[in-house]
């Protein structure tokens, strides 16, 4: 995909949705606390960002993904907080902090677990001008912490130091609620963002500083019936409401029949496994051993590793770039990797066999193959190997699910060189030609003993109106590292067509059709 098109593609994904304070409901007869959600869309200054953005993920590149927690983190703690792109269309709140509550815009994120906002002490970033700052000064529940603290994401960073203070979400008030003060915003992203900060509706697993998040002690100071929360979002680009977040429950009105519920399978996300994926009515093989899959509502699209999203790309026709080491892989050790298959050499020690990796493994997939397309000619050496290991494995990934089908080393190889061609564009996005999408395959997911199935008008996002729409694949590269990884995303795409219960009593993440 053109660079030009990709500056386009970020921030125009989705409409953005925007949750005021005033209007929240809490039906005395079902315990519910309902926050309506509303739609608004990104401006041309999320352009002028995106094209920024393309210089820190090429910077990011260059860092290995080295972003992390700043309090009580280790390498092991490296995870898809770390890599989480907010200038993606979000779910936005409003909520109160302090007495009398000073109000601020935060995405209501399932794929982090800290409050922060913008402190009245930012004085050195630009972007907090453009945004409400916390007063502690003007709150009178206010309580001093001053433990210092610091978030890395994919799109930028925040530093700061925890508070104390109550937070009011809707009409509930979360008392003595720790939260970071954000005295740090250097990212192009917080600059141009229509939000002030983020509330996390993770676990404290994954808790910048081991805070306690304010789910918990919405929790713990008995403010709710039962210990659930939802998300139903309107799809209905026509209609004003967005959907509704609703803590204590579900409303029976937001889904039809009954809920699929998976356990947590490890606490941090609301991470769980899922099966095999169906193109059609034809099994992938990308998950016939199981997957770790994340519900998020953080993140607009539905993502995964980038070898499996180019297989699920070039199925639905979309346009990407061509990764020169993918090719040359094949061009290369494509016969070679063959001939190893065949002779029943382990595939997690070929790529190193070949020189492509290190013996240890290390590097295979730290950094995703869709940034190693650079314009800058003083890439690193160290970066190209990294990036020639990663077209090795996904090279690998594709031919042990091509012998898995019987094809002919000929066949197998074309197929693969087809999907160089279809690998995502260096921001992530992917474009496909709209008047396509009636021909489109579906694609399913099979979660719990369920199939969830997104027809093509569900995963393709159309952008602008008539002779400047862009349609967007909904299937978007990232290549989460180990311990966490490799993990699939569910984000907004899939929560859109399926409302998803959180049921922390239970340990559990629930799917029904949405209504």
Same mark, same amino acid.
Request: aromatic content about 8%; glycine content about 12%; charged content about 20%.
């Given at each position: 995909?053109?660079?030009?098109?990709?500056?386009?593609?970020?921030?125009?994904?989705?409409?953005?949705?925007?949750?005021?304070?005033?209007?929240?409901?809490?039906?005395?007869?079902?315990?519910?606390?309902?926050?309506?959600?509303?739609?608004?869309?990104?401006?041309?200054?999320?352009?002028?960002?995106?094209?920024?953005?393309?210089?820190?993920?090429?910077?990011?590149?260059?860092?290995?993904?080295?972003?992390?927690?700043?309090?009580?983190?280790?390498?092991?703690?490296?995870?898809?907080?770390?890599? /989480? !792109?907010?200038?993606?269309?979000?779910?936005?709140? *409003?909520?109160?902090?302090?007495?009398?509550?000073? =109000? %601020?815009?935060? +995405?209501?994120?399932?794929?982090?677990?800290?409050?922060?906002?913008?402190?009245?002490?930012?004085?050195?970033?630009?972007?907090?001008?453009?945004?409400?700052?916390?007063?502690?000064?003007?709150?009178?529940?206010?309580?001093?912490?001053?433990?210092?603290?610091?978030?890395?994401?994919?799109?930028?960073?925040?530093?700061?130091?925890?508070?104390?203070?109550?937070?009011?979400?809707?009409?509930?008030?979360? /008392? !003595?609620?720790?939260?970071?003060?954000?005295?740090? *915003?250097?990212?192009?992203?917080?600059?141009?963002? =229509? %939000?002030?900060? +983020?509330?996390?509706?993770?676990?404290?697993?994954?808790?910048?500083?081991?805070?306690?998040?304010?789910?918990?002690?919405?929790?713990?100071?008995?403010?709710?019936?039962?210990?659930?929360?939802?998300?139903?979002?309107?799809?209905?680009?026509?209609?004003?409401?967005?959907?509704?977040?609703?803590?204590?429950?579900?409303?029976?009105?937001?889904?039809?029949?009954?809920?699929?519920?998976?356990?947590?399978?490890?606490?941090?996300?609301?991470?769980?496994?899922?099966?095999?994926?169906?193109?059609?009515?034809?099994?992938?093989?990308?998950?016939?051993?199981?997957?770790?899959?994340?519900?998020?509502?953080?993140?607009?699209?539905?993502?995964?590793?980038?070898?499996?999203?180019?297989?699920?790309?070039?199925?639905?026709?979309?346009?990407?770039?061509?990764?020169?080491?993918?090719?040359?892989?094949?061009?290369?050790?494509?016969?070679?990797?063959?001939?190893?298959?065949?002779?029943?050499?382990?595939?997690?020690?070929?790529?190193?066999?070949?020189?492509?990796?290190?013996?240890?493994?290390?590097?295979?997939?730290?950094?995703?193959?869709?940034?190693?397309?650079?314009?800058?000619?003083?890439?690193?050496?160290?970066?190209?190997?990294?990036?020639?290991?990663?077209?090795?494995?996904?090279?690998?990934?594709?031919?042990?699910?091509?012998?898995?089908?019987?094809?002919?080393?000929?066949?197998?190889?074309?197929?693969?060189?087809?999907?160089?061609?279809?690998?995502?564009?260096?921001?992530?996005?992917?474009?496909?030609?709209?008047?396509?999408?009636?021909?489109?395959?579906?694609?399913?997911?099979?979660?719990?003993?369920?199939?969830?199935?997104?027809?093509?008008?569900?995963?393709?996002?159309?952008?602008?109106?008539?002779?400047?729409?862009?349609?967007?694949?909904?299937?978007?590269?990232?290549?989460?590292?180990?311990?966490?990884?490799?993990?699939?995303?569910?984000?907004?795409?899939?929560?859109?067509?399926?409302?998803?219960?959180?049921?922390?009593?239970?340990?559990?993440?629930?799917?029904?059709?949405?209504?």
């Amino acid at each position: 995909m053109e660079t030009g098109r990709g500056c386009l593609a970020i921030p125009l994904l989705l409409s953005i949705l925007l949750l005021p304070l005033g209007f929240p409901t809490t039906g005395a007869a079902d315990a519910l606390i309902r926050i309506g959600l509303r739609k608004k869309p990104l401006g041309e200054n999320g352009r002028i960002a995106a094209r920024l953005l393309d210089k820190e993920g090429k910077d990011l590149m260059a860092r290995r993904h080295g972003l992390r927690g700043g309090v009580g983190s280790n390498e092991e703690d490296e995870d898809i907080v770390s890599l /989480k !792109n907010y200038l993606n269309a979000q779910y936005f709140g *409003e909520i109160g902090i302090g007495s009398p509550a000073q =109000k %601020f815009t935060v +995405i209501f994120d399932t794929g982090s677990s800290n409050l922060w906002i913008p402190s009245s002490k930012c004085i050195l970033s630009v972007a907090c001008y453009f945004h409400s700052k916390y007063k502690s000064t003007a709150s009178s529940t206010y309580q001093k912490n001053g433990k210092s603290a610091e978030i890395h994401y994919g799109s930028g960073s925040i530093s700061g130091f925890f508070s104390e203070d109550h937070v009011t979400i809707g009409n509930l008030i979360v /008392k !003595n609620q720790d939260f970071i003060e954000a005295t740090s *915003e250097p990212s192009v992203t917080f600059l141009v963002a =229509k %939000f002030d900060g +983020i509330l996390g509706l993770g676990f404290q697993e994954i808790s910048v500083g081991d805070a306690v998040p304010v789910w918990y002690n919405m929790v713990n100071q008995g403010l709710i019936k039962d210990p659930v929360f939802s998300f139903w979002f309107n799809r209905n680009a026509e209609e004003g409401d967005g959907g509704e977040i609703v803590f204590g429950g579900a409303d029976p009105n937001h889904y039809k029949g009954e809920h699929v519920y998976v356990p947590v399978s490890q606490k941090g996300y609301w991470q769980f496994n899922m099966g095999d994926l169906f193109i059609g009515d034809e099994a992938t093989g990308l998950c016939s051993g199981g997957c770790a899959v994340i519900a998020d509502s953080g993140t607009s699209l539905i993502a995964g590793p980038t070898a499996a999203i180019a297989e699920i790309n070039n199925r639905i026709g979309v346009s990407g770039v061509v990764s020169q080491e993918c090719k040359a892989v094949v061009a290369q050790y494509g016969q070679r990797i063959f001939e190893m298959l065949i002779s029943q050499t382990q595939p997690t020690k070929m790529c190193s066999q070949i020189g492509l990796c290190a013996s240890d493994g290390t590097g295979a997939v730290s950094i995703a193959i869709e940034n190693v397309v650079s314009e800058n000619k003083n890439v690193s050496s160290g970066l190209h190997n990294d990036a020639m290991c990663n077209a090795c494995e996904m090279a690998l990934v594709w031919m042990q699910n091509q012998l898995s089908q019987n094809q002919t080393q000929e066949e197998m190889l074309n197929h693969i060189n087809e999907l160089c061609e279809r690998l995502p564009s260096p921001m992530g996005e992917s474009s496909v030609d709209c008047a396509a999408i009636p021909s489109m395959p579906s694609v399913s997911f099979t979660i719990g003993d369920r199939i969830f199935e997104l027809q093509p008008e569900q995963y393709i996002l159309k952008v602008g109106e008539g002779a400047e729409e862009q349609c967007i694949s909904g299937f978007t590269a990232l290549d989460v590292p180990p311990p966490r990884g490799p993990l699939w995303i569910l984000g907004d795409v899939f929560m859109g067509v399926y409302h998803t219960v959180f049921d922390y009593g239970n340990s559990r993440v629930g799917f029904a059709q949405a209504a």
